[in-house]
């Protein structure tokens, strides 16, 4: 088939593939709803209006029909899955594109990471562009798996799926004009360049917007996203797992501004994917809240699609993809039938069709680590030690000081003040690097808890009562190839593997949310009374957030932005 | 200068070259107007807000910053002037921007043309896109000087000023998918495809849409525009010389639908570009009649750049171009001030600085007639001739059907009945090919006519009462390398030249715009009652619009699209 075809079964003179009778379409070009039927011939829609034939022919019954929705942005290894297996997450959902970073993956694999997101996205049910990763890593303070410069991401250019420059965290780097930043964003200048700057305004973001970034998805009040709006950053309205913007930020929409507006989910965990939805999710939050359905539906599509320049999607009209959704209520927005590419991928909230083979891509080990390099030993060099304290649903902490326990020479846990150590120790080069410090508020009363997920260094964080709870979890890990363990002493009780990159598990999603449930009850079981340890654990090493955090060179002091010793003086 | 020092003027670490201070900021991505400082360094916007330093500042005292404006398609070839000339004429009117389809310049000289443009736009102080024309030849019915394949486009693919394909102007062959126009839709796929489909609806238009084409400024009706628009097709509202599309149009702009609305003005004669102006005079017009200021000035440049991928135009925010006009009042939209790249250019409607001298490209002689092809004697053979009748007003023609007026076994023209003798000589290669015929509606009493001029192929036209006048009119043309003419026996009664291609003049506007009145007279003193006869002949010979036309081949009836035969049997 090809456009010739196509041609003629727009022009009436063949019976198109499939023709969607008595619809009402959602037309987010002209901002009307009105009713129509729709030929959808190899792939594309071909034709709006009456009297097409089609070899097949569905009758809408008024139902309504929308574009596909797209994800402005999304880490998909926050999933926990591969991009089939997020495919079959989010399809269901209506989403049919999605605009992912590789950070995480990036971090680990470096290019390889890249090209295996690329590979898994081929030729499956979901639209998957790919964004070049911007910063890996994401400081001189830790070591991640891998280091990408501009020349390494020039060859993803000539990419067909890769739209631009992925988020650039480094917005300091950024705005004080860092020479590999602008490296970077000079390589990428006609291509879409996504930003990340929280919190930042004034002239330092005035530079930020100088320097070509063109979105913002890390808004949290309406103040902050006007300002940013105003800069001309679209704004990617957020709502993750933890990050719930939406809400906070409705009150920014208006009909005047809303084409400068997209949503997305940046991080979604397995059971917020599976229980609430995804962009889904964000418009039925939307509309209740009083936004009108078809502006939000264009921010949970076509004004995407504009904005990286997909002209094939995001709408419902000649010449573009088919991807489109049958919903029955705009005001409570479940996709009934979800179309990709002309064809039914998904039907009330399942996939049409079974979970296809996984495709085997070999990647190499990711969990190197030195055998020497597990000795958790911390002798005392003075009585006070600085200690990651963590806050209550954030991933900033709390730069703490408190007296250390010192047993034979040795600072140690103290269960009675939940200060329990923390060790991150690198797990990519096999340097035997090994940072160690102490944390307060995981709640542990014994045993350890470990994984293979820390952002964005993706080392293997430990945080134990005792030395031989947290070798003995570390070791497991070293063998599943990456995961999150519990052990108690010897014993491990419980893990899931995640043995692409030591980040995604190669399982149904189901599956993986289950043994994530069991993960979190195994920590709390051991003490911690934290609703999502393994989580939080994962944002400890996190250097670019504030306070303190730790990372394979030791503890570091994020306002200062160096690495600091564990003992004051 | 560079992005490092642009990047530490948005810092405020050093002035920046200018700082206009105490605007009145339209911000066409917010959607707001509020008060505001613009900090412009090295050719683009730093920062907006307070505090900003300049090596230059001025106090705009609460008059309105908006983007410079932007022209979605037009032909400068209309204008009869070179591209320096042209911008010396639109940029006083706050025109900072244009998408020029070099079509005309193409059908003479093919990509030698489009060099031309490039060439000439290159380094001036108005940006000058130019697309790739699309249909050159307009049909096999014509000689034109080039044929471009899209073998001939490629190399354009690259140019960093070549944004896509210009108007798709052979609907009919995109629709019913001719193989040579899918070749160039092919190879253009990824970029901006321009369309041209006047009256076209139904399942036809569908097709066309298909096939990818993204806009429509042919426009005549609300209904018309209405389909297009939900077709997915960007509407270019037009408001050219002849084709005064806006008015009819403006009850089509809604708040929901106007950012897939941009403003164009396609041909413009110099004395409407001098006394009217360009997209200026769409805006003055749209906002008296009730149009929304912000909305009419985002269709007059954001959405403009947003539609062409136009990343670095179309808004004043940090990090495009310090394209910007200073204007005093939005309700009747005058530039006071015209900045370019932070440049000032034009101010209180006059250029900043004197004309510079023309840049002289080589080009070689486009007028080229074979002697002995000056013969215009039409042996009578029978009593019936078709002649084109001319309409008010319009470029369409009737097809009439008169008695022959017939001397000495020769038809020839009958001045009483106002049928005069009209001649298409292919001009490019000297084929001594001529297409003869009569047309009524020009009022000649003696002398003839003649240009150079004559839309798509650009053959040379002559209208005449006696076939000496129509000879020495034709053969001033030759002597001038193009131009009009008007001649009575072997007296030129007055000339204007167009040496280049023999479309374009170089001289400065005003001269030309002079020079046309005066041509426009000497018409008129032969007889003519028409206010613009020049510009009326130049589209007799257009063979896409209906219904009777003349060109080299002979008269082309429109409606068979096939070369028909003067004398009836």
Redesign the interface.
């Known amino acids: 088939m090809s456009?010739?075809d196509?041609?003629?079964a727009?022009?009436?003179e063949l019976p198109c593939d499939l023709a969607l009778r008595n619809a009402r379409l959602v037309?987010v070009?002209?901002?009307?709803i009105y009713p129509s039927d729709i030929?959808v011939h190899d792939r594309?829609?071909?034709?709006?209006?009456d009297?097409y034939e089609g070899a097949r022919e569905v009758d809408l019954a008024g139902k309504f029909v929308t574009p596909g929705l797209i994800d402005a942005h999304v880490h998909i290894e926050s999933s926990l899955v591969t991009p089939p297996e997020f495919a079959r997450a989010v399809l269901p959902h209506g989403v049919t594109t999605v605009i992912t970073d590789p950070h995480e993956i990036a971090n680990v694999l470096g290019m390889e990471g890249i090209h295996y997101m690329l590979e898994q996205a081929k030729g499956g049910q979901l639209n998957i562009f790919v964004m070049a990763s911007s910063c890996v890593p994401a400081t001189h303070m830790e070591t991640a798996g891998a280091q990408l410069e501009a020349s390494d991401l020039a060859p993803l250019l000539s990419h067909a799926w890769v739209p631009g420059l992925a988020e650039l965290m480094n917005y300091p780097g950024v705005?004080?004009?860092d020479e590999g930043m602008?490296d970077k964003?000079?390589l990428f200048k006609?291509r879409v360049l996504d930003g990340h700057a929280p919190a930042m305004t004034?002239?330092?973001l005035?530079?930020y917007?100088?320097?070509?970034?063109?979105s913002e998805h890390e808004c949290t009040t309406v103040e902050e996203a006007?300002e940013k709006?105003?800069?001309?950053l679209t704004i990617f309205i957020r709502e993750g797992s933890t990050t719930r913007n939406l809400l906070p930020l409705l009150p920014l929409i208006?009909?005047?501004?809303h084409?400068?507006i997209c949503f997305c989910t940046d991080d979604r965990a397995p059971a917020d994917l599976i229980d609430e939805g995804s962009i889904d999710f964000m418009l039925r939050q939307a509309v209740a809240a009083g936004i009108d359905p078809?502006m939000a539906i264009r921010m949970g599509s076509y004004n995407t699609a504009?904005h990286f320049?997909l002209?094939k999607y995001g709408?419902v009209?000649?010449?573009?993809y088919a991807d489109l959704l049958v919903v029955p209520d705009l005001y409570d927005f479940h996709a009934q039938q979800v179309y990709r590419g002309g064809e039914l991928v998904a039907e009330d909230g399942r996939m049409a069709s079974n979970r296809p083979p996984a495709r085997k891509i070999d990647l190499p080990s990711t969990v190197n680590i030195r055998g020497d390099s597990l000795d958790f030993t911390i002798p005392a060099r003075g009585e006070k030690i600085r200690v990651i304290g963590k806050v209550l649903d954030q991933v900033y902490t709390q730069h703490l000081v408190e007296r250390a326990r010192i047993v034979a020479g040795c600072a140690v846990s103290d269960t009675e003040r939940d200060i329990l150590k923390f060790a991150m120790i690198e797990r990519h080069h096999a340097s035997g690097k090994i940072g160690l410090g102490f944390i307060k508020g995981f709640g542990l009363q014994q045993g350890a808890i470990a994984g293979t997920v820390a952002h964005d260094h993706h080392n293997l964080a430990v945080i134990g009562v005792d030395d031989s709870s947290m070798r003995a979890a570390a070791l497991a890990l070293e063998k599943l190839g990456g995961g999150l363990v519990a052990a108690e002493g010897e014993r491990i009780l419980a893990s899931l593997p995640l043995p692409v990159a030591g980040l995604l598990s190669e399982a149904p999603i189901e599956q993986v949310r289950a043994d994530y449930a069991t993960m979190t009850r195994a920590a709390q079981l051991l003490g911690s009374p934290l609703p999502d340890p393994f989580m939080v654990m994962s944002f400890m090493g996190l250097e670019v957030i504030p306070r303190l955090k730790l990372t394979d060179h030791g503890l570091v002091d994020v306002e200062r932005f160096e690495v600091v010793d564990l003992f004051l003086k």
Request: glycine share 18%; charged share 20%.
């Open positions: 456009i010739v196509r041609l003629a727009a022009r009436g037309n070009i002209s901002g009307e030929a594309h829609v071909v034709g709006l209006g009297g705005a004080l004009g602008l964003l000079t006609d004034g002239k330092l005035n530079a917007a100088a320097a070509g970034v063109q006007r709006l105003r800069l001309g208006t009909a005047e501004n084409s400068a078809v504009r320049g002209r709408a009209t000649p010449g573009r």
